[in-house]
């Protein structure tokens, strides 16, 4: 794989099936290097496996498509003339899609109402005079009076507070009816959920008056009419999302997380599976523990159970919870879920594998049969084998290896993965296939202070982030190192964000250990990553610990260490490790004439690597090889 065959893989969005679970749709977009975006359009397959998936819109922008509750209907996002997402319906049967919502920001998430005659979403308002028309550097200046005002790959937020809205009834005549606002205030609303019989939105919020300086967010139900007053369900004490009902309503079903006893310690929390009374007559109970899978994705309540996904050890896996708190596992392994859902007694799921960059499945008793084939049959992944290491502590820490074809010993790129609460896991990564064919053997692993592993494990680096981590990352190193094709001469660091911070931080301490780094979009200086991240304001403390240890912890204060060619990837517009974190490291090492380069990448955001433009991933991934290519 090379760095342009990016435009070879694809992703899926969540799938939806019809009432009856007879068909799925989907929509599936690649990058485009021509275009330099990503496009693509929804495809329909039955469940049964009898016929294979076909293209369904024209639409090269085409996504989120949702069958109706009747099943006349599919609803998903399309573009306007604007490129604003806005909500088009089109006959199931066929027939051509009109528009029904017309933001002037867009929309995003939205819902059916159980008769399928309207779709509670949201939509951004902004302030008057701001984001529509003239020029944004011409708009009034914007007055901050909150800590939480923006946020990375976004902006500003504080002037285009999202809310709830509730359509006008379907249209097949095309025309756009004036939609209902639902919510207002200060303060962004979640996805809308209806209650069954239709007289209520459930949705999460922070609207209690503490929301600037906390991580609180509640389980919110009001009618769907304008002006109604919300009724808060949770008790103020967790943070919640994801939210759904049991079939009868009586019960709503949310992922949430504890957080500590000033409501702002989220580090490596196992977010789990709550379930509280619709009446808020109960407190929420907690069905998933804080050492099982880190819940994620969403939440749907079925006549068994409730679906989810979870994080365990590489994989994610898509579980059935019962209202008792019994986990089953439906569809696991080697897998990463991306998404899923159940209609009709069927279960589908889309997911990538080892192999491929997802495929949408049908999940029966048997097991799960593909429905789909829509990975590039001429691409051929190299295979990467599962690797434990244990520390001199005991401590085990689990990852993977590819090694590339030909006789070694070949050249090593240890790679760090960001967070630190996330996970390398079991799928078709392009940056481990484009370096390993490129000649190197490709190291990661989840160390302490990564998910999937349990709360204990996510924990474990809290206050001593570079120092724990450091020792994981190196004894995996060292397992690996004892593999003959392996050069243990001619290896190299590289990560980005946490893992950024860790390439630095390792570079500082250990750098003997390596030919050459690189660090990208990091975090290098604490006490200015607090005022400049649109997390900053409380973030560090719960991680890094009290502020007078923050010099120490900081890569930045012992960069008169490195001794060894160093580059620094960031993008300008990066507002989660702003690029100040990266021109600080750049300076100290460029002032004492160390061999130092900064890549930076124009209007990007911390996303790059994963959806910043099409030509800018290429671009990166061949800055890499580049840069390995000179010192490996």
């Not at 002032?591 to 911390?606: D, N, S, V």
């Amino acid at each position: 794989m090379k760095p342009v065959d990016i435009a070879r893989l694809h992703s899926l969005s969540a799938p939806s099936l019809s009432p009856d679970g007879a068909l799925a749709v989907l929509a599936v977009s690649r990058p485009d290097l021509e275009e330099d975006a990503y496009l693509g359009s929804l495809w329909i397959v039955p469940t049964d496996g009898s016929e294979s998936a076909r293209r369904l819109t024209r639409g090269t922008r085409d996504n989120a498509p949702a069958f109706s509750p009747d099943g006349r209907w599919i609803a998903f996002l399309r573009p306007d003339e604007d490129k604003r997402p806005q909500i088009h319906v089109l006959p199931s049967d066929g027939g051509e899609p009109w528009k029904i919502t017309d933001h002037p920001l867009g929309t995003g998430a939205f819902t059916w109402s159980p008769d399928s005659s309207r779709l509670a979403y949201n939509a951004r308002v902004p302030e008057e005079n701001r984001y529509v028309e003239g020029a944004p550097d011409q708009e009034p200046p914007r007055r901050i009076t909150t800590l939480k005002y923006r946020r990375d790959d976004f902006g500003f937020t504080n002037d285009r507070r999202q809310h709830v809205f509730v359509s006008a009834p379907v249209d097949p005549s095309g025309e756009v009816g004036e939609p209902v606002q639902v919510t207002e205030g200060d303060a962004d609303h979640g996805r809308p959920s209806w209650t069954p019989d239709g007289t209520g939105l459930v949705f999460d919020a922070s609207l209690h008056g503490t929301r600037d300086t906390d991580l609180v967010s509640d389980v919110w139900v009001c009618p769907p009419e304008a002006g109604a007053e919300p009724r808060r369900i949770t008790r103020g004490d967790l943070g919640v999302g994801s939210v759904s009902l049991s079939e009868d309503g009586a019960t709503v079903y949310f992922l949430g997380n504890e957080l500590g006893p000033d409501l702002d310690d989220f580090v490596g929390r196992v977010t789990g599976l709550w379930s509280v009374p619709f009446d808020g007559s109960e407190a929420p109970r907690r069905l998933t523990g804080t050492e099982d899978p880190r819940m994620s994705l969403r939440t749907q309540a079925t006549d068994e159970g409730v679906l989810v996904a979870g994080e365990n050890r590489g994989a994610v896996e898509l579980y059935l919870v019962t209202p008792g708190g019994v986990r089953t596992t439906l569809f696991g392994g080697r897998v990463q879920v991306g998404s899923f859902d159940h209609a009709g007694g069927v279960t589908v799921v889309a997911a990538a594998g080892e192999r491929h960059s997802g495929e949408l499945y049908v999940v029966a008793e048997d097991g799960a049969r593909a429905l789909t084939s829509f990975a590039d049959q001429e691409l051929e992944p190299l295979a990467v084998t599962e690797l434990t290491a244990r520390t001199e502590d005991g401590n085990e820490v689990h990852g993977w290896l590819a090694v590339p074809e030909g006789e070694g010993p070949h050249p090593v790129v240890l790679m760090i993965h960001g967070g630190p609460f996330a996970q390398y896991g079991w799928q078709l990564f392009d940056e481990t296939q484009v370096y390993a064919a490129a000649g190197y053997a490709v190291l990661y692993c989840n160390p302490r202070g990564s998910s999937g592993y349990g709360q204990e494990h996510g924990r474990a680096v809290i206050g001593s982030v570079g120092a724990t981590t450091s020792v994981d990352v190196l004894s995996f190193l060292d397992e690996a190192l004892g593999d003959d094709r392996l050069d243990a001469s001619r290896v190299g660091v590289m990560g980005g964000s946490h893992g950024g911070f860790m390439t630095t931080w390792i570079a500082t301490h250990h750098g003997e250990r390596f030919r050459a780094a690189i660090s990208e979009r990091a975090v290098n200086a604490i006490d200015s990553f607090q005022g400049s991240s649109d997390i900053g304001s409380f973030f560090p403390e719960p991680l890094y610990g009290p502020e007078e240890t923050w010099a120490k912890e900081s890569p930045l204060s012992h960069a008169d260490r490195i001794d060894r060619p160093f580059l620094i990837i960031h993008s300008e517009q990066d507002w989660r490790c702003p690029v100040e974190q990266a021109q600080r490291l750049f300076v100290a090492l460029r002032k004492r004439g160390h061999e130092t380069e900064m890549l930076l990448f124009p209007g990007e955001g911390h996303e790059l690597s994963r959806s910043g433009l099409p030509s800018h991933r290429v671009a990166r991934l061949e800055a890499v090889l580049d840069w390995w290519a000179r010192h490996l």
